[in-house]
């Protein structure tokens, strides 16, 4: 019996071959160092059984012991090789026909597409009884109650049909709603999307922002005139990529390929690239950054976005308005220091300035 209350089998590399081809509904992924069972894997296959491994090797943390090689887990959950959990849930690569969620604290869960729609009206249920808990501590119940209810809640071509009247039927009514909020108020759009929702609401993590203010609308992706002469987008994406060999993590960045350790500054390195290379890339350093997009502050033809750097459990939170000026990108400003209520006040950091080349600071 697990923390969590069930019964689960512990496995290892003996067991890969009963395993091979099981079908698993649901998949706990958890980073090295991750908090909870770190290197952990937990999974619930159709027949309700759960089970548990590690892929770490004994000497690489202590307390862990390793169950099942990172070369015999990936055969026994063969969408493990096209998934990349990116840092703290931004960045993600999901493996086709699986839902991504993010636990927090490193910890990654992926649920079969058929499953998902009953698996999130489950989950929802459980955490809404239950408001002080999170996802991390109830997705198991939530497959398991679904597994018991029987397997009819598994996707047929008639409940498929049905799903897709209804994707329909909500698609046309959605469209009207926000062609009519334009029209009202387009401000309302930044308070009803914001950059990064979550299915569980009750999910609350250290790295997620606050993104409900029209003051602040954070965003992974931002589109303006840059160059201050054609329209493209910017997006910000997690600058390293991630593999795993023989139970130990190995980093790709600018071409170079290592083997990661933990609190390296590549935990930290983005880069924000146009879509169109209207501008050059630009790296920043810091923990899950997102723009802001500032239009023209100073009036001078070219748009500039902002990032506010935080983490939520320190004093790091400065404001960097970014530029493109003389082929290369600059602060607009000098750093703006904020207070930690910012996000929570729903007040605009900078405003364009009263004649050109003036930028107002709130």
């Known amino acids: 019996m697990n923390g969590w209350g069930y019964e689960i089998t512990e496995i290892s590399d003996k067991d890969v071959q009963a395993l091979t081809g099981s079908d698993i509904v649901a998949f706990q992924f958890a980073e090295p160092g991750a908090m909870g ?28 012991y390793a169950g099942m090689s990172w070369e015999n887990l990936l055969l026994v959950f063969p969408p493990l090789k096209d998934f990349n959990h990116g840092f703290a849930g931004h960045g993600v690569i999901s493996p086709e026909g699986w839902e991504y969620e993010y636990l927090g604290c490193g910890n990654h869960l992926l649920v079969k597409q058929s499953f998902w729609e009953e698996f999130t009206r489950e989950a929802k249920r459980l955490l809404s009884e239950q408001p002080d808990t999170i996802l991390y501590n109830q997705w198991m119940e939530a497959t398991l109650n679904i597994l018991k209810a029987g397997p009819e809640v598994l996707t047929t071509s008639h409940s498929m049909k049905k799903k897709t009247v209804r994707i329909i039927a909500f698609a046309i009514v959605a469209a009207i709603v926000v062609a009519a909020i334009i029209i009202w108020h387009p401000w309302v759009i930044i308070d009803c999307f914001p950059a990064e929702p979550s299915l ?11 993104n409900s203010v029209r003051g602040h609308a954070e965003r992974e992706e931002i589109t303006g005139k840059f160059d201050g002469k054609t329209t493209d987008t910017l997006r910000i994406s997690f600058a390293a990529k991630t593999e795993y060999v023989d139970s130990s993590m190995y980093v790709t960045l600018d071409g170079k390929r290592f083997e990661a350790e933990n609190n390296e500054d590549w935990e930290y390195l983005w880069d924000i690239k146009a879509s169109r290379g209207t501008v050059p890339d630009l790296r920043v350093f810091g923990v899950r950054p997102l723009m802001v997009f500032e239009g023209d502050l100073d009036q001078n033809g070219t748009d500039e976005f902002g990032i506010l750097f935080t983490w939520q459990t320190s004093a790091c939170r400065t404001y960097e308005v970014y530029t493109f000026h003389d082929g290369q990108w600059r602060w607009l400003i000098p750093q703006v220091r904020t207070a930690e209520s910012l996000r929570a006040s729903g007040k605009e950091l900078v405003k364009q300035g009263d004649h050109p080349g003036e930028v107002k600071v709130t």
């Open 37 to 64: 069972y770190h290197g952990g894997i937990f999974f619930v296959t159709s027949d309700s059984k759960l089970y548990f491994t590690c892929y770490l090797k004994p000497s690489d943390y202590s307390g862990n």
């Open 200 to 210: 569980f609401d009750p999910i609350e993590d250290d790295f997620c922002p606050v």
